[in-house]
Protein backbone atom coordinates (compact mmCIF):
# COMPACT_ATOMS: atom_id res chain seq x y z
CA UNK A 1 0.00 0.00 0.00
CA UNK A 2 1.24 3.44 -0.96
CA UNK A 3 1.16 4.94 2.37
CA UNK A 4 3.52 6.24 4.59
CA UNK A 5 3.32 7.70 8.24
CA UNK A 6 5.75 10.66 7.48
CA UNK A 7 3.07 11.94 4.54
CA UNK A 8 0.03 12.29 7.22
CA UNK A 9 2.11 13.94 10.16
CA UNK A 10 1.12 17.21 11.13
CA UNK A 11 -2.20 17.16 9.91
CA UNK A 12 -4.53 17.24 12.98
CA UNK A 13 -8.24 18.00 11.51
CA UNK A 14 -9.00 14.42 11.55
CA UNK A 15 -11.70 14.39 8.73
CA UNK A 16 -8.54 16.30 6.47
CA UNK A 17 -6.51 13.66 7.81
CA UNK A 18 -8.79 10.69 6.74
CA UNK A 19 -9.08 12.23 3.52
CA UNK A 20 -4.93 12.62 2.78
CA UNK A 21 -5.30 8.61 3.60
CA UNK A 22 -7.69 8.10 0.75
CA UNK A 23 -5.75 10.51 -2.00
CA UNK A 24 -2.13 8.42 -0.79
CA UNK A 25 -4.25 5.43 -1.80
CA UNK A 26 -6.38 5.76 -4.41
CA UNK A 27 -9.61 4.88 -5.73
CA UNK A 28 -11.14 1.73 -3.80
CA UNK A 29 -14.36 -0.07 -4.64
CA UNK A 30 -16.36 -1.63 -2.14
CA UNK A 31 -15.45 -1.70 1.85
CA UNK A 32 -12.71 -0.14 2.59
CA UNK A 33 -9.38 -2.31 4.10
CA UNK A 34 -9.10 -0.95 7.55
CA UNK A 35 -7.02 -3.49 9.08
CA UNK A 36 -4.74 -3.33 6.29
CA UNK A 37 -4.75 0.52 6.24
CA UNK A 38 -3.47 0.54 9.73
CA UNK A 39 -0.65 -2.07 9.81
CA UNK A 40 0.92 0.34 6.80
CA UNK A 41 0.90 3.03 8.93
CA UNK A 42 3.07 0.80 11.62
CA UNK A 43 0.70 -0.58 13.72
CA UNK A 44 1.73 -4.08 14.28
CA UNK A 45 -1.24 -5.53 15.00
CA UNK A 46 -4.47 -5.79 14.92
CA UNK A 47 -6.32 -8.29 17.39
CA UNK A 48 -10.23 -8.99 16.85
CA UNK A 49 -11.41 -10.36 19.74
CA UNK A 50 -14.49 -10.62 22.83
CA UNK A 51 -13.04 -8.34 25.12
CA UNK A 52 -15.30 -7.26 28.71
CA UNK A 53 -15.64 -3.74 29.60
CA UNK A 54 -14.46 -2.00 26.31
CA UNK A 55 -15.05 -1.40 22.68
CA UNK A 56 -11.13 -0.71 21.68
CA UNK A 57 -7.81 -0.75 22.75
CA UNK A 58 -4.87 1.32 21.46
CA UNK A 59 -1.37 0.07 22.88
CA UNK A 60 1.20 2.93 22.41
CA UNK A 61 3.19 6.01 23.83
CA UNK A 62 3.39 9.65 23.90
CA UNK A 63 5.30 9.68 20.68
CA UNK A 64 3.73 6.59 18.97
CA UNK A 65 6.48 4.40 18.22
CA UNK A 66 4.68 1.28 18.82
CA UNK A 67 0.99 0.66 17.75
CA UNK A 68 -1.46 -2.42 18.84
CA UNK A 69 -5.00 -2.43 18.50
CA UNK A 70 -7.10 -4.03 20.03
CA UNK A 71 -11.16 -4.13 19.20
CA UNK A 72 -14.31 -6.08 20.62
CA UNK A 73 -15.89 -8.15 18.42
CA UNK A 74 -18.96 -8.92 20.55
CA UNK A 75 -21.61 -6.57 19.21
CA UNK A 76 -20.77 -7.44 15.21
CA UNK A 77 -17.42 -7.66 12.62
CA UNK A 78 -18.68 -4.14 11.53
CA UNK A 79 -18.75 -2.61 14.68
CA UNK A 80 -15.41 -4.09 15.11
CA UNK A 81 -14.43 -2.39 12.07
CA UNK A 82 -15.48 1.20 13.16
CA UNK A 83 -13.42 0.61 16.46
CA UNK A 84 -10.35 -0.12 14.52
CA UNK A 85 -10.79 2.89 12.22
CA UNK A 86 -11.59 4.95 15.48
CA UNK A 87 -8.19 3.74 17.38
CA UNK A 88 -6.16 4.14 14.08
CA UNK A 89 -7.14 8.00 14.49
CA UNK A 90 -5.85 8.01 18.03
CA UNK A 91 -2.74 6.49 16.59
CA UNK A 92 -2.38 9.06 14.06
CA UNK A 93 -3.11 12.24 15.57
CA UNK A 94 -0.18 12.36 17.82
CA UNK A 95 -1.81 15.74 20.01
CA UNK A 96 -3.98 13.09 21.56
CA UNK A 97 -3.28 12.45 24.86
CA UNK A 98 -2.88 8.68 26.34
CA UNK A 99 -5.95 7.71 28.84
CA UNK A 100 -3.10 5.68 30.41
CA UNK A 101 0.45 4.94 30.56
CA UNK A 102 -0.04 2.41 28.19
CA UNK A 103 -2.31 4.13 25.79
CA UNK A 104 -6.17 4.53 24.60
CA UNK A 105 -8.70 2.60 26.68
CA UNK A 106 -12.16 3.54 24.54
CA UNK A 107 -15.79 2.63 25.54
CA UNK A 108 -18.91 1.86 23.51
CA UNK A 109 -20.02 5.39 24.69
CA UNK A 110 -16.71 6.78 23.22
CA UNK A 111 -17.53 5.54 19.92
CA UNK A 112 -20.67 7.41 19.36
CA UNK A 113 -19.25 10.84 20.93
CA UNK A 114 -19.99 13.53 18.85
CA UNK A 115 -19.49 16.61 21.71
CA UNK A 116 -16.78 18.92 21.79
CA UNK A 117 -16.17 19.84 25.31
CA UNK A 118 -13.11 18.90 27.36
CA UNK A 119 -10.04 17.29 25.77
CA UNK A 120 -11.78 13.61 26.35
CA UNK A 121 -14.81 14.28 24.57
CA UNK A 122 -13.25 16.56 21.90
CA UNK A 123 -10.49 13.41 21.29
CA UNK A 124 -13.35 10.98 20.95
CA UNK A 125 -15.56 12.99 18.60
CA UNK A 126 -12.18 13.38 16.40
CA UNK A 127 -11.26 9.48 16.67
CA UNK A 128 -14.70 9.04 15.27
CA UNK A 129 -14.58 11.77 12.27
CA UNK A 130 -11.88 10.09 11.75
CA UNK A 131 -13.38 6.65 11.47
CA UNK A 132 -16.40 7.65 9.53
CA UNK A 133 -14.56 9.13 6.91
CA UNK A 134 -12.40 6.48 6.40
CA UNK A 135 -14.89 4.14 6.44
CA UNK A 136 -17.11 6.26 4.02
CA UNK A 137 -15.52 8.69 2.01
CA UNK A 138 -18.11 10.69 0.01
CA UNK A 139 -16.68 9.08 -3.53
CA UNK A 140 -18.03 5.60 -2.26
CA UNK A 141 -21.45 6.56 -0.78
CA UNK A 142 -22.75 9.10 -3.45
CA UNK A 143 -23.39 6.17 -5.84
CA UNK A 144 -25.96 5.26 -3.44
CA UNK A 145 -28.10 7.89 -2.92
CA UNK A 146 -31.72 7.62 -4.31
CA UNK A 147 -32.89 11.22 -5.45
CA UNK A 148 -34.51 11.57 -2.75
CA UNK A 149 -33.68 10.87 1.16
CA UNK A 150 -34.29 7.07 1.99
CA UNK A 151 -32.97 4.82 4.62
CA UNK A 152 -33.12 1.83 2.07
CA UNK A 153 -29.87 3.78 0.66
CA UNK A 154 -28.36 3.33 3.92
CA UNK A 155 -28.96 -0.38 4.02
CA UNK A 156 -27.52 -0.88 0.80
CA UNK A 157 -24.45 1.13 1.99
CA UNK A 158 -24.67 -1.08 5.27
CA UNK A 159 -23.58 -3.79 2.78
CA UNK A 160 -21.52 -2.25 0.61
CA UNK A 161 -19.09 -0.11 2.92
CA UNK A 162 -19.39 -2.92 5.33
CA UNK A 163 -20.33 -0.16 8.57
CA UNK A 164 -23.00 0.06 10.61
CA UNK A 165 -26.53 0.61 9.59
CA UNK A 166 -26.10 3.36 12.35
CA UNK A 167 -23.18 4.55 10.99
CA UNK A 168 -24.25 4.83 7.19
CA UNK A 169 -27.70 6.55 8.73
CA UNK A 170 -25.72 9.32 10.44
CA UNK A 171 -23.36 9.88 7.53
CA UNK A 172 -26.39 9.91 5.46
CA UNK A 173 -28.02 12.49 7.94
CA UNK A 174 -24.36 14.65 7.90
CA UNK A 175 -23.56 14.95 4.36
CA UNK A 176 -26.80 15.18 2.14
CA UNK A 177 -27.76 18.62 1.05
CA UNK A 178 -31.66 17.90 2.72
CA UNK A 179 -32.01 19.32 5.75
CA UNK A 180 -32.20 15.35 8.14
CA UNK A 181 -32.37 14.30 11.07
CA UNK A 182 -32.62 10.78 12.28
CA UNK A 183 -33.72 9.56 15.90
CA UNK A 184 -33.01 5.96 17.44
CA UNK A 185 -35.68 4.22 19.52
CA UNK A 186 -36.59 1.10 21.33
CA UNK A 187 -40.26 0.53 22.83
CA UNK A 188 -41.29 3.68 21.45
CA UNK A 189 -38.54 5.50 23.11
CA UNK A 190 -36.06 8.16 22.32
CA UNK A 191 -32.70 6.47 22.59
CA UNK A 192 -30.54 9.09 20.89
CA UNK A 193 -30.58 11.21 17.66
CA UNK A 194 -28.07 12.82 15.14
CA UNK A 195 -28.94 15.80 12.88
CA UNK A 196 -27.90 17.67 10.02
CA UNK A 197 -26.34 20.73 10.36
CA UNK A 198 -29.38 22.66 8.62
CA UNK A 199 -31.65 20.44 10.14
CA UNK A 200 -33.95 22.82 12.91
CA UNK A 201 -33.99 22.05 16.57
CA UNK A 202 -35.04 18.50 17.41
CA UNK A 203 -37.56 18.90 20.34
CA UNK A 204 -36.45 15.25 21.77
CA UNK A 205 -34.61 14.24 24.47
CA UNK A 206 -33.10 10.72 25.34
CA UNK A 207 -35.70 8.65 27.17
CA UNK A 208 -38.87 10.40 26.08
CA UNK A 209 -41.75 9.10 23.90
CA UNK A 210 -41.66 8.98 20.10
CA UNK A 211 -44.74 11.51 18.92
CA UNK A 212 -48.03 9.13 19.23
CA UNK A 213 -49.32 11.13 16.37
CA UNK A 214 -46.52 10.03 13.69
CA UNK A 215 -46.48 7.25 11.38
CA UNK A 216 -43.37 6.19 13.39
CA UNK A 217 -45.72 5.15 16.54
CA UNK A 218 -47.80 3.39 14.61
CA UNK A 219 -45.24 1.28 12.29
CA UNK A 220 -43.42 1.11 15.62
CA UNK A 221 -46.69 -0.14 17.62
CA UNK A 222 -47.25 -2.64 14.49
CA UNK A 223 -43.84 -4.12 15.04
CA UNK A 224 -43.34 -5.59 11.68
CA UNK A 225 -40.00 -5.12 10.24
CA UNK A 226 -39.11 -3.09 7.50
CA UNK A 227 -39.25 0.49 6.01
CA UNK A 228 -42.18 2.52 5.58
CA UNK A 229 -42.49 4.90 3.06
CA UNK A 230 -41.71 8.77 3.14
CA UNK A 231 -44.99 10.63 4.58
CA UNK A 232 -46.33 14.12 5.33
CA UNK A 233 -45.72 14.54 9.40
CA UNK A 234 -47.01 16.88 12.10
CA UNK A 235 -43.94 19.02 12.65
CA UNK A 236 -44.94 20.23 15.51
CA UNK A 237 -44.34 16.80 18.01
CA UNK A 238 -41.05 16.79 16.31
CA UNK A 239 -39.29 20.07 16.30
CA UNK A 240 -41.58 22.72 18.12
CA UNK A 241 -42.31 24.37 15.32
CA UNK A 242 -45.78 24.51 13.17
CA UNK A 243 -43.81 26.93 10.39
CA UNK A 244 -41.96 24.04 8.20
CA UNK A 245 -42.80 20.84 6.33
CA UNK A 246 -41.64 17.70 7.75
CA UNK A 247 -41.39 14.32 6.32
CA UNK A 248 -40.87 10.96 8.33
CA UNK A 249 -39.80 7.40 7.36
CA UNK A 250 -38.93 4.66 9.63
CA UNK A 251 -37.25 1.49 9.97
CA UNK A 252 -38.57 -0.97 12.15
CA UNK A 253 -36.19 -3.68 13.18
CA UNK A 254 -36.11 -7.28 15.47
CA UNK A 255 -36.89 -6.48 19.49
CA UNK A 256 -37.99 -2.74 19.41
CA UNK A 257 -35.54 -1.24 17.78
CA UNK A 258 -36.36 1.71 14.98
CA UNK A 259 -34.47 4.41 13.49
CA UNK A 260 -36.61 7.57 12.64
CA UNK A 261 -35.40 10.03 9.06
CA UNK A 262 -37.13 13.57 9.56
CA UNK A 263 -36.65 15.73 6.54
CA UNK A 264 -37.60 18.98 6.97
CA UNK A 265 -38.16 21.36 4.27
CA UNK A 266 -37.53 24.76 5.63
CA UNK A 267 -39.79 28.14 4.80
CA UNK A 268 -37.69 29.71 1.95
CA UNK A 269 -36.18 32.67 4.24
CA UNK A 270 -34.09 30.02 6.44
CA UNK A 271 -32.91 28.16 3.61
CA UNK A 272 -29.19 28.75 3.94
CA UNK A 273 -29.02 29.26 7.20
CA UNK A 274 -31.14 32.49 5.91
CA UNK A 275 -27.91 33.68 4.34
CA UNK A 276 -29.77 34.47 0.71
CA UNK A 277 -32.19 36.88 2.65
CA UNK A 278 -29.11 38.61 3.70
CA UNK A 279 -27.77 38.41 0.29
CA UNK A 280 -24.63 36.59 0.71
CA UNK A 281 -24.26 33.34 -1.15
CA UNK A 282 -24.37 30.03 0.99
CA UNK A 283 -21.62 27.46 0.65
CA UNK A 284 -23.17 24.26 -0.11
ZN1 LIG B 1 -11.30 6.60 21.66
Redesign the pocket.
Known amino acids: MPLNRIDLSDINHPALLARMVHKLLGKQEGSVPVEDIAKALDISEVRLDRFDGFE ?1 MLLTDTVRSTGCILANISKGHRRARFTVA ?2 LG ?1 FLMERHQLSATTG ?1 T ?1 STR ?2 RESREGRQHLR ?2 TQ ?1 NQFAIELLAPDYLMEPFYSHDPDLRDAQHLMNSLDVSLEACVRRMVERRDEPLAAVWSHNGTVRYFAKGADFPFLNLSRGDRIPQTSAAHRAITNASPGFTQFVEADPHPWTGRSNLELYEQTRVANKGHAVTLLWAELPEDEEDGGLKELGIPGFR
Open positions: GHEHFCDMQEA
